[in-house]
């Protein structure tokens, strides 16, 4: 009878902590829709943004397509791993210090290979990635990314923050941080540029409207859609 009971409680226990766990994850993890548009290509984008083990996650999937950023307060990006059927990519890119490790599939190609970079911030999702930014007292943010484009070789990126505006989507208006995403070189920025919008309460990330390749290259917009409960 004592055993049967010792089961029963500890049956009960665990159950408990299960549901209390996806209660505790739900109210962590926040759920949004946005809508792109790449030239006359229109397309969806569902965004979780969660902790995993104290540190901030964010997952992106669209058709033939998931991405998933873990951040780091000192790294910016630690963590990316991008799964694109339609290019073919099924890749990991981890950094540790002034170093990341890439290794996987690339363009249907096995790659493993480590780039150096320095002790700038690392955000290869430009657009969720630069939040904080956006609502901190910085002006200026130097970066790298990695170039999909380019063998995944490392590119330094500059955000400028170029004020606040009243932003309507969707006939809902939001106070606006304007941010201008440029190539941090002097004559490079000259020829590629973007521009991104986010909530001035919290760093939402609202609107990106730019080209996503060289010159020529269709404008994307993407904007937020709405949040999923």
Request: charged letters at 25%; glycine letters at 6%; zero cysteines.
């Amino acid at each position: 009878m004592l055993i049967t009971y010792s089961i029963a409680t500890r049956s009960l226990t665990l159950v408990l902590s299960l549901v209390l766990g996806l209660i505790t994850l739900s109210l962590s993890a926040q759920q949004y829709q946005y809508a792109g548009l790449f030239g006359e290509n229109a397309y969806d984008i569902q965004v979780l943004k969660q902790q995993e083990d104290g540190k901030s996650v964010l997952v992106l999937e669209e058709k033939e397509r998931y991405s998933k950023h873990t951040f780091h307060p000192k790294l910016g990006t630690e963590e990316w791993v991008l799964r694109d059927e339609k290019e073919n990519h099924n890749f990991t890119a981890q950094r540790t210090n002034d170093q990341i490790k890439i290794w996987g599939t690339f363009q249907g190609e096995s790659v493993e290979k480590t780039v150096d970079i320095d002790e700038r911030l690392w955000f290869n999702k430009l657009d969720h990635g630069l939040s904080e930014f956006a609502v901190s007292e910085q002006h200026e943010l130097s970066f790298w990314v990695l170039k999909l484009l380019s063998d995944l070789d490392p590119l330094k990126m500059e955000a400028k923050k170029v004020g606040t505006e009243s932003l309507t989507i969707d006939g809902k208006t939001y106070e606006a941080v304007k941010v201008k995403l440029t190539i941090d070189n002097f004559m490079l920025s000259k020829l590629w540029s973007a521009e991104l919008w986010y909530r001035a309460s919290d760093g939402l990330f609202l609107r990106y409207e730019g080209s996503n390749g060289g010159p020529g290259t269709p404008t994307t917009i993407i904007e937020l859609g709405e949040k999923v409960d």
